[in-house]
């Protein structure tokens, strides 16, 4: 081992295991908190989308001013909003919901799934939109219903033209989950924040965080070109 | 009427703070995103290097990350230089590191690496021939990229600019967290001491909308505008 390295670490006061509990713990929250929101999300966002895309305005439109008002707002006053507005909705407190949205991690979730579907239903919309036409005039030729329609041809069809879009949707989320520590969550952010305030130190408390999420975003990038690769793979040129 | 209980006039001026930090960082970006672009395409390895680290370790950490290290490390930084010059020069040279500042340079050179992606698909669409022909009627590099380039790659960048100071608008909402009083921290702290949080928040939440709106007709507008004389295909 290079003798600056030996150093710093005999010198070394704030990367002990007690901070780096405190920062595995805060990983442990910030994938907890933006995977369910990407789930629970992605899992609202395709019907959200089918709706959107209704010539019916009556249906359409309710989507549309629900993406409208999420994309067009911060996600830091959206958090605010679910965050101290719950406590404040009347009679709550005596409900059994009152058990769970007292925890800061619950309304969190909230505010971060309603905020990744309304961006994630405006992705699938316009990867529905993009459909060529002949494919689905051939589904109807075949003979399917709507339904199947839906199942086999758009929707897988569409998945292909929305991953590039959603895989940045992700790592948007992963870097928005920071805000996360300000309604008091320790994720990794809020655990860098503690680190800091206890030994002064911002350089390392931030930068080794920083590194952390710099890991997690690559990691994110090449699951996702691994996907990307496999999804369109029938597209993929003979040759190299 | 909505009765804001008198933090009102707070609230206005929060919201010209977040409105005057969008600006200065929108310029700070596009300066950077103008270097960096240029950069990304020179032939110089080192200048190409340079950006795309800069742009890789941009997009791999979180924009609250950055701000923090930047509010409290400039500080520490500032300070440290401070001691410094005074040991070795006894040269007194202290500033406060005040949140507006660090809230503009941070987003500042965030959006700057997205900038740079955008302005560097915007330079590749110009036409080489263009370009070919500006150094053939003998114009200058200088010459060739106000008159030739610049005014071209404007037409292609703008949808992406226009994405980008969207999302741009919307983090500012951030400098709040490292305590700058821009609306969001002043509405947070009305709702904090009425206990009236829809009461503040959504007002708020509105002008946003109502900013990002405004914004998205100009882009329209501006698009409409660049692409005068072009025919669409489709």
């Known amino acids: ?20 509990l405190e920062y595995w713990n805060g990983l442990v929250s910030t994938v907890q908190l933006v995977f369910l929101s990407l789930v629970i999300g992605l899992v609202c966002a395709v019907p959200l989308a089918i709706t959107r895309t209704s010539r019916n305005p009556l249906v359409s439109l309710p989507v549309w001013l629900y993406t409208y008002l999420f994309r067009g707002t911060p996600l830091l006053i959206q958090l605010y909003i679910i965050y101290y507005g719950i406590a404040q909705i009347p009679g709550i407190q005596e409900t059994f919901w009152w058990g769970i949205f007292r925890e800061p991690f619950y309304p969190a979730l909230l505010a971060f799934t309603l905020n990744t579907a309304a961006y994630t239903t405006e992705i699938i919309r316009g990867a529905i939109m993009s459909t060529p036409h002949g494919e689905i005039e051939a589904a109807k030729a075949y003979g399917m219903n709507w339904f199947m329609r839906m199942r086999r041809i758009i929707l897988p069809s569409a998945a292909r033209r ?7 949707e992700v790592i948007f989320m992963l870097h928005s989950s920071a ?36 890991v997690l975003t690559f990691i994110l990038v090449f699951a996702f070109r691994k996907l990307e690769n496999h999804l369109l793979r029938h597209q993929r040129p003979i040759s190299n | 009427m909505l009765d804001l209980k008198g933090y009102g006039p707070a609230l206005l001026d929060g919201a010209i703070i977040t409105i005057e930090l ?34 890789t370790l941009i997009r791999g950490v979180p924009d609250l990350v950055m701000m923090l290290l930047f509010y409290y490390g400039g500080q520490v930084a500032v300070n440290n230089i401070s001691d410094l010059l005074w040991e070795a020069y006894e040269i007194d040279f202290f500033f406060q590191f005040d949140p507006f500042i660090s809230g503009v340079v941070t987003i500042g050179l965030i959006f700057g690496a ?19 022909a500006a150094r053939a009627y003998g114009f200058t590099r ?21 994405n980008n100071w969207q999302v741009l608008l919307k983090t500012t909402a951030l400098v709040s967290i490292i305590g700058l009083t821009d609306m969001v921290r ?10 009236m949080p829809f009461h503040f928040f959504i007002p708020v939440a509105f002008v946003y909308l109502a900013l ?23």
């Not at chain 2, 501006?222 to 489709?234: E, H, P, S």
């Open chain 1, 1 to 20: 081992m290079p003798d600056f390295i030996a150093q710093w670490l005999n010198q070394n006061d704030i990367f002990t295991a007690m901070t780096m």
């Open chain 1, 162 to 168: 929305a991953v590039q879009a959603y895989s940045n």
């Open chain 1, 179 to 214: 805000i996360a520590s300000v309604v008091t969550i320790v994720d990794l952010t809020g655990a860098a924040r503690n680190i800091y305030s206890r030994f002064y130190a911002p350089f390392d408390a931030f930068i080794f965080v920083a590194l952390i999420y710099m």
């Open chain 2, 22 to 55: 969008a600006f200065l960082s929108l310029a700070l970006a596009v300066t950077l995103g103008l270097i960096g672009a240029s950069s990304k395409l020179s032939s110089n390895r080192v200048a190409k290097g340079a950006a795309t680290a800069y742009t």
């Open chain 2, 114 to 132: 997205y900038m740079t992606e955008t302005f560097r698909g915007a330079f590749l669409a110009v036409e080489t021939g263009q370009i070919e």
């Open chain 2, 142 to 162: 200088w010459h060739t990229f106000r008159r030739i380039i610049f005014p071209q790659m404007l037409r292609h960048a703008l949808p992406g600019l226009g």
């Open chain 2, 186 to 195: 002043v509405a947070e702290e009305a709702a904090k001491a009425e206990r």
């Open chain 2, 212 to 234: 990002t709106a405004g914004s998205e007709l100009f882009i329209k507008w501006l698009n409409k505008r660049a692409n005068v004389g072009v025919v669409q295909g489709g």
